[in-house]
């Protein structure tokens, strides 16, 4: 019988914080210290284990909506990760400096055009950027089956002590407990590494009765040499998983598979240009591994490597994801990267490690001109070789910033050019194309009311479309674009591009086409 081990949650989502990390430009493990912080104070200030249990997660999660509107950050300010990277230089009201980076890393010309969009309309994308990002860590809490507690403090997670933070409609103590636990304990993680215990008392003192709960920034400076020490002497990743309070998680079965496929949504919602590619990835390459008769347990590691292979996604900026030209030396070496960065948000968790040792494969190629490490023949997996066609191929499928999606028979050429030149494996290719080729185009009337009209005019807004190219794409005008948008946002209850394309994503409205449950050869 296939005994499904499954993982404690706690592992998937430190291992998310990890990728939260890299999309902040900070080194791996700031959350996972965080956290730490902010569960020394909860017990100082003796609150029991379910209420811990909030501050843990919350701690995790506070900043996992961050990267939703990276597309967005990238347009007007240039590299997303050092405009966040910035974060804890100013204080959360510096926002205003933001004006100084618009069109940053071009050319003065380009700087000038990107600044007059900007002020026509761009600013529309900015405000309540950090609201939105409150909501969506508050949705991912509640598709991971997190209590009504934590989905409140994550969605609270940046109002501030005197009512001046976001969305602005909490004060004092009206903000839960577990979210002004986890913003003190994030910003002082910070000073202390920069600078040590002084630099985080500093901090907190500065802070104190504006952005910080004044009662709880007196008891870190209080018992500092506590709260903090020792933060650079304990296996961080051990000590977290450990600490997890009340009853220990475990996901099982379906549990699993649902729990990889939101955070995978999550993470494609880095770039309007994958919208479902990993869910579409696991699913074919799933279906391929049934296709060459591979045991139930060898396909369903299958698809979970495809839900979790491009993780590292988050830690390279969306001014490379999303250039529309070729990219440059330095931007391909940061691409190449990325499986890498997969691997490391994994490798903590010895449940997740497994898939992370395949999905780091993914884009190695049998003649040695993959990456990150150019292995060659029997270097690569059986299962990577099959994730690298699944995940050519559905690439190819899709749009991306450079080029228009290819169709199915371009895709299935390119493949088996690819195999010919010695780069894909054979027998993987011929399975993933098996499989593809019993796909069928998705149903076209859509969820929430939504006329086949909105259902194609919601996946071009998922894909980054400005209301003017989405306008062209399907010739009509852009005011009726605008009108199609707002009936769109009205009827599935978004307010921004992010949260109309995780609706997508959950609706099976993205990507364009969908797998037979199981195929047969």
């Given at each position: ?37 902010a ?51 100013r ?5 205003a ?23 026509v ?34 969605g609270?997670?940046?109002e ?21 636990l986890?913003q ?27 952005q ?14 506590d709260?903090?020490g020792?933060?650079?002497e ?6 977290v ?20 496929a939101?955070?995978?949504s ?13 869910r ?40 490379i ?14 691409v ?25 494969q ?11 490490r150019?292995l ?18 559905q ?15 371009d ?6 050019t ?30 929430a ?16 479309l400005?209301?003017?190219?989405i ?7 852009p005011?009726?674009?605008g009108?199609h ?5 009205a009827?599935?209850?978004?307010s ?12 099976g ?6 797998f ?6």
């Amino acid at each position: 019988m296939d005994a499904d081990p499954g993982f404690r949650l706690a592992e998937l989502v430190a291992a998310l914080s990890l990728g939260i990390d890299l999309g902040f430009g900070q080194p791996m493990e700031h959350v996972l210290r965080q956290c730490l912080i902010a569960l020394r104070l909860a017990e100082r200030i003796g609150l029991d284990e379910d209420e811990r249990a909030v501050v843990y997660y919350t701690a995790l999660l506070v900043n996992v909506g961050c990267h939703t509107d990276a597309h967005e950050q990238a347009k007007w300010f240039g590299d997303d990760i050092a405009l966040k990277s910035g974060k804890y230089d100013r204080s959360l009201r510096g926002a205003a400096t933001l004006v100084g980076r618009i069109g940053s890393g071009n050319p003065p010309l380009h700087r000038f055009r990107v600044g007059l969009e900007f002020v026509v309309s761009g600013h529309r994308d900015v405000e309540g950027m950090i609201v939105r990002h409150a909501r969506m860590a508050r949705v991912l809490a509640e598709e991971l089956d997190l209590p009504a507690e934590t989905q409140a403090a994550l969605g609270s997670a940046y109002e501030q002590w005197n009512g001046k933070g976001w969305p602005g409609e909490l004060e004092g103590d009206a903000i839960p407990l577990a979210a002004r636990l986890a913003q003190l304990a994030e910003f002082t993680e910070v000073a202390y590494r920069v600078g040590g215990i002084d630099a985080a008392s500093a901090v907190a003192r500065k802070r104190s009765g504006t952005q910080f709960d004044p009662e709880l920034a007196a008891r870190l400076c209080d018992d500092a040499d506590d709260v903090l020490g020792g933060l650079d002497e304990v296996g961080t990743w051990d000590a977290v998983i450990d600490a997890e309070p009340a009853l220990r998680v475990v996901l099982r079965g379906d549990r699993v598979d649902s729990a990889l496929a939101a955070v995978a949504s999550f993470v494609d919602l880095k770039s309007p240009f994958f919208g479902g590619h990993s869910r579409a990835v696991g699913e074919l390459a799933a279906a391929a591994g049934e296709q060459l008769g591979m045991a139930p347990e060898e396909v369903r590691a299958l698809r979970r490597a495809g839900l979790v292979h491009d993780f590292g996604r988050l830690g390279v900026s969306n001014a490379i994801w999303d250039k529309r030209g070729p990219l440059g030396p330095g931007e391909w070496e940061r691409v190449r990267t990325h499986p890498y960065l997969t691997e490391r948000i994994l490798h903590g968790s010895e449940s997740l490690r497994p898939l992370g040792a395949v999905a780091v494969q993914h884009c190695e190629r049998l003649d040695g001109s993959g990456y990150p490490r150019g292995l060659a023949g029997n270097a690569i997996s059986r299962p990577a070789r099959i994730l690298g066609a699944a995940d050519a191929y559905q690439a190819m499928r899709e749009p991306r910033a450079h080029r228009a999606e290819r169709t199915a028979d371009d895709a299935a050429a390119q493949l088996r050019t690819e195999v010919d030149a010695g780069r894909l494996d054979a027998e993987a290719a011929d399975a993933v194309l098996a499989a593809a080729g019993h796909r069928v185009r998705r149903r076209r009337e859509g969820p929430a009311g939504l006329t086949p009209r909105e259902v194609e005019v919601l996946r071009l807004l998922a894909q980054g479309l400005s209301n003017r190219e989405i306008a062209e794409r399907l010739v009509i005008s852009p005011k009726t674009a605008g009108n199609h948008i707002e009936h769109i946002y009205a009827k599935i209850d978004a307010s921004s591009r992010a949260t109309a394309s995780l609706f997508a994503m959950q609706n099976g409205l993205l990507p364009e086409e969908e797998f037979p449950a199981a195929v047969t050869a």
